[in-house]
């Protein structure tokens, strides 16, 4: 999984009217499928009282072991709407956009009005692409995560390794000091190789 790929850069919104029917798009990076099943329950919680919340993820997921490719896990449900007239045309915004690791989400609060499935389609593809729109889209490469360990006497030595490089990480000083450690990929190997280096393999590296 080293190659680039097109996500989310962070949260976007949309909201429009369509003859009476109010529709709210939601859309945001999802790294996991929970992070993207988790998106959909909270903005269906925000909105419980909606006629509809459709929810549309395309994410990545490890196709076996480590190193062996991954496979894009789709979903989309009309959650009550015709069949095809929702779900679909907000996942059809995801793949022509070539957007991975995200999730849409379409709020509608009905108007008392039919839209048809033609009408109801247009709406639905409408909040997604603007939701998409407002998030924005980059290109981001694969990330991966792992904790290190260390005695005190160490994690120094580590945090200024993981300063200089090129990751993200959060610490944890309790009765050892952990490190969680968020990285590209293609780099994750080279790193941990420096930490256990630096440390002369004192580092615990999960």
């Known amino acids: 999984m080293t190659d680039a790929y097109r996500t989310a850069a962070g949260r976007g919104e949309a909201d429009f009217e369509v003859q009476g029917s109010e529709f709210l798009g939601y859309a945001a990076p999802a790294p996991t499928v929970a992070d993207a099943e988790a998106f959909a329950e909270c903005v269906a919680g925000e909105h419980a009282d909606a006629t509809h919340n459709v929810p549309a993820y395309r994410v990545r997921v490890e196709s076996g072991g480590p190193g062996d490719g991954y496979m894009l896990r789709e979903y989309q449900s009309d959650d009550g709407e015709p ?3 929702a779900g679909k045309p907000a996942l059809n915004v995801l793949q022509q956009r070539d957007v991975e690791n995200a999730v849409v989400v379409v709020t509608r609060y009905y108007g008392g009005t039919n839209l048809g499935v033609g ?14 729109d ?19 006497d160490d994690s120094g030595t580590v945090r200024g390794i993981l300063e200089s490089a090129d990751c993200e990480f959060d610490a944890d000083y309790a009765e050892r000091v952990s490190f969680d450690v968020t990285v590209a990929s293609e780099d994750a190997d080279d790193l941990r190789e420096r930490v256990q280096s630096a440390t002369s393999g004192r580092a615990a590296v999960e």
Do not use: N, W
């Open 83 to 85: 069949t095809g007239s």
């Open 134 to 152: 407002a998030a924005g889209v980059v290109e981001q490469r694969p990330q991966e995560r792992f904790t290190v360990t260390v005695a005190y």
């Open 119 to 132: 009408g109801l389609a247009r709406a639905y593809s409408r909040a997604a692409k603007e939701a998409i």
